[in-house]
């Protein structure tokens, strides 16, 4: 919006938004409507008033009022039982999930609840997980209840089924302790071993021993704890017949180890504990980068989380919760105005106008009649309906699509990375020179054999590789999370470098549902009227409606009387002296619309027909351009579960060579996806919607656009703010980037090796120099992934 | 001699106490959320001081 129109109108003084009346006041403040107005009372009545400045307008909208019995279903034994952590006769304690957390405003009005509600006894927020842990005294408010509190001052909990199913897993964090134990036992065993590097004096050979058996003391812990990683990871690769790199990098961790205390324990020299400690220490530093998990997006989301706990059970006559896996097939379910369809029926009261386009895509709200079958995942957007259910939740069409292929191989990595590879050549190599070199000290002075064979492993582990590739990686998914693109893990950023086509989603995907084009058609309407028909507009919570006063933007709004909502035809009502009615051409012209199309809204004042609105679907800004630079580089399809009216504008925006696929269900999407690979298609999907879960599940690597980030998004590889996706090129150079990097590291670290090797050759290898190489060579790596990595972010303009 | 011995176990003691403090620090959970206790330390009354208050 223009600066000086904002200026014009008064904010509200909860949220932030423009009044439109200026008459809700309280205490000199204005608000947009009666709910913010409801918690600024709340809040000035408990003297909670510190919440409006700390920030300012912190509030959240309040206009949509959430229904009443909402959260009747916490009422339920068996559903309470299972959402609660803890309980005991005096409190109980359970954790919410708030979405709507965004600063510390909410932070001081949540754990101060007990003020508003004296029978809490205790609320701590987790800003990082948008989670609020509350104790409360179940014997002075119930559950319900105290749900029902933080919706009052906007914070409505969202509890999805998958609440009732599994708790989360708790952080890991054993390789952090790994880590600081590592760290610890390294530091010291180097200082204990200066001594040995530096050379004693013959009186002091009891010293000598004593710092000796210290660091065999201090080695310990690392060894058989901080390293476990590796030995588990390596021993996993090889009962499954594949060398990974951690088997070589175990096995050197071992002969380093044993070859070690056996020159203790005989008295013969100081071993490697130094460089052991100090290369496991600097691996797990690089693991820990790596594995950076975002503690506040869930990249294994399937539909229970986007499914409510509860639906409302009609049974003779009376409403009653059921938590949604008890649903059987011919019950009858009521379903309120926004609530979501939890399983397959048939609309047996009310008219419903479902908005399917999380589901299918479908980018405009379908109607239904009575007898008609309703899917479940839609939402129902006009008054109450009830559905009676003919298939179980677990039975549904969109449930079923979780039990194809693409979800059951969900654990097993999708690619191998090229690191494996690399280090397997690496460790052939290894293997060859450290038998040559065991070959000819067998012949010159076979004493040195096992010498000479163990200082080779010791100096040539791929270590330098791991390193190299960790701290790359760790590096990139920092760059890329910094700019709202959030990796599930390392291996899909290899992934993404490799991509050779790219798969669009439609419907919120390059267009955005947030917004809709619209244009007029017909008789001029003057100032007065756009203004009557945005007023009526702003009545109805219909999406057309919502879209259409959207479009006349702020102007003031004018009283409507007589206002009549016809669900699935049209709105009408006075406004000022003239009867304006909006709605389908049916509604309107009374005949069948030409088109029969669902995007058009015909507008009549005082039964006089006056034009038509029709709507499009408005394409991301950044679409275009993205789509233009992509076609002359991978191969591109577009898929949508829409009807194909907009072919001509997508076929101009991806090019002539793209395939463009229209009316295509989710399973269809999952089975295109599948034809591609088998072509030997390395496929990147970009989708939004549960429509879409099945195709990012399969694809190569999936990408989950979201306006928001706390929304619910389908189970992917990575997550991106809906605002980059004009990044996305650079966001695939980038991860290309990263195997040159690693590999240019890696080059490096051989350069080192063959210094280190042409000593343990000779027999050489000392401790001394195994210390000043192995500390060089990793700061080196260290330095030269962080630096070239950031470099090529600067040069992608990150 | 003497000296060097207690000078070794004086510092490993210290730099276990530190090993120590780290992972106590971790399992307490005071790197999970990284907003909520500076912002909350400026709050005028702390949730669990009114409540012994009032």
Known sequence: ?798 | MSAIVILLIASISVAAIFLAAFIWSVRNGQYDDDFSPPQRILFDNKPSATNNNE
Not at chain 1, 449 to 456: D, L, R
């Open chain 1, 1 to 798: 919006m223009a600066e000086a129109s904002v200026h014009n109108h008064l904010l509200c003084f909860h949220c932030g938004e423009v009044c439109p009346t200026g008459n809700i006041t309280a205490e000199d403040k204005h608000f947009c409507c009666e709910g913010c107005k409801m918690v600024y009372q709340l809040l000035n009545k408990s003297g909670l008033c510190d919440y409006y400045s700390l920030n300012d307008k912190p509030g959240l909208n309040q206009r949509i009022p959430v229904r009443k019995d909402k959260f009747a279903f916490l009422g339920d034994e068996a559903i309470q039982r299972k959402l609660i952590t803890f309980s005991n006769d005096q409190q109980t304690h359970i954790t919410f999930y708030l979405p709507q957390v965004h600063c510390s405003s909410c932070l001081y009005l949540l754990e101060n609840l007990h003020r508003l509600q004296p029978a809490v006894i205790s609320a701590t927020v987790n800003f990082t997980r948008k989670e609020i842990s509350i104790i409360y005294d179940h014997n002075k408010l119930s559950l319900q209840k105290l749900a029902e509190l933080l919706t009052s001052i906007g914070y409505e909990p969202y509890i999805s089924l998958q609440n009732l199913q599994n708790h989360k897993p708790g952080v890991k964090r054993s390789l952090i302790y790994q880590l600081g134990v590592a760290g610890f036992c390294f530091a010291n065993i180097m200082l204990l071993s200066f001594p040995e590097y530096l050379g004693l004096e013959a009186a002091e050979i009891l010293l000598q021993g004593i710092f000796r058996w210290l660091n065999v003391l201090l080695a310990l812990p690392v060894f058989f704890y901080s390293a476990w990683p590796f030995y588990e990871s390596g021993w996993k690769g090889l009962r499954h017949k594949f060398l990974n790199i951690d088997a070589p990098i175990a096995l050197a961790i071992i002969v380093t180890f044993s070859r070690s205390l056996y020159e203790v324990i005989s008295g013969t020299g100081a071993g490697y504990f130094d460089s052991m400690t100090g290369i496991v220490f600097f691996m797990l530093v690089g693991r820990v980068l790596q594995d950076k998990t975002y503690q506040q997006l869930s990249f294994e989301r399937d539909f229970t989380s986007y499914f409510p706990v509860a639906a409302t059970l009609v049974k003779d006559g009376k409403e009653t919760p059921v938590s949604l896996p008890d649903i059987k097939a011919g019950d009858t379910l009521l379903i309120h105005s926004n609530e979501l369809i939890p399983a397959d029926g048939i609309c047996t009261r009310g008219k419903a106008c479902i908005d399917y386009s999380f589901v299918t895509g479908e980018s405009l709200p379908v109607n239904k009649e009575m007898g008609e079958m309703v899917y479940a995942g839609g939402k129902q957007t006009g008054s109450a309906i009830e559905i009676l259910v003919i298939k179980e939740v677990a039975q549904s069409y969109l449930t079923r699509l979780w039990s194809a292929d693409a979800f059951k191989k969900n654990n097993e990595p999708k690619s191998i990375s090229f690191v494996h590879l690399l280090s397997r050549y690496f460790t052939y190599i290894l293997f060859t020179i450290a038998a040559s070199a065991a070959v000819y000290w067998a012949f010159t002075d076979s004493s040195k054999v096992w010498n000479v064979i163990t200082a080779v492993l010791i100096v040539a582990c791929p270590c330098a590789l791991l390193l190299s590739n960790t701290f790359t990686n760790g590096n990139i998914l920092r760059i890329l999370g910094r700019n709202k693109l959030y990796m599930r893990n390392a291996q899909a950023i290899e992934d993404m470098a490799g991509i050779t086509h790219i798969v669009f989603d439609k419907t919120g995907t390059l267009t955005t549902t947030a917004q809709q084009e619209i244009d007029y058609k017909g008789l001029t309407l003057s100032k007065h009227q756009q203004q009557a028909i945005a007023s009526l507009a702003a009545q109805s919570s219909h999406p057309l409606s919502r879209a259409l006063a959207a479009y006349f933007g702020i102007i003031k709004r004018l009283p409507v009387e007589e206002f009549h909502e016809i669900p699935g035809r049209g709105i009408e009502g006075m406004v000022g002296d003239d009867w304006i009615s909006l709605g389908s051409h049916q509604f309107i012209v009374g005949t069948p619309g030409s088109a029969g199309r669902a995007g058009e809204v015909y507008v009549a004042i005082d039964d006089k027909l006056y034009g038509h609105f029709s709507f499009h679907n408005h394409y991301r800004e950044s679409a275009a351009p993205l789509l233009k630079t992509l076609a002359s580089r991978y191969r591109l399809s577009v898929l949508s579960g829409d009807n194909p009216t907009e072919r001509k504008t997508l076929q101009q925006m991806t090019g002539n060579d793209a395939s463009l696929l229209f009316n295509q269900q989710p399973a269809d999407k999952l089975q295109y996806i599948k034809k591609l690979q088998n072509g030997g298609e390395r496929v990147m999907m970009i989708g939004d919607g549960l429509n879409d879960a099945g195709a990012l599940k399969q694809s190569n690597v999936g990408i989950a656009l979201t306006d928001d980030c706390n929304n619910f998004t389908p189970a992917s590889d990575a997550i991106m703010e809906a605002g980059q996706l004009r990044n996305l090129y650079r966001f695939i150079r980038l991860c290309r980037a990263n195997k040159q990097i690693v590999i240019a590291s890696f080059i490096l670290s051989i350069l080192y090796n063959i210094v280190g090797l042409s000593f343990a050759v000779q027999g050489l290898l000392s401790p001394m120099i195994a210390a000043i190489l192995m500390p060089a060579s990793s700061l080196s790596i260290l330095l030269v992934t962080f630096g070239s990595s950031n470099i090529a972010a600067k040069l992608f303009r990150f």
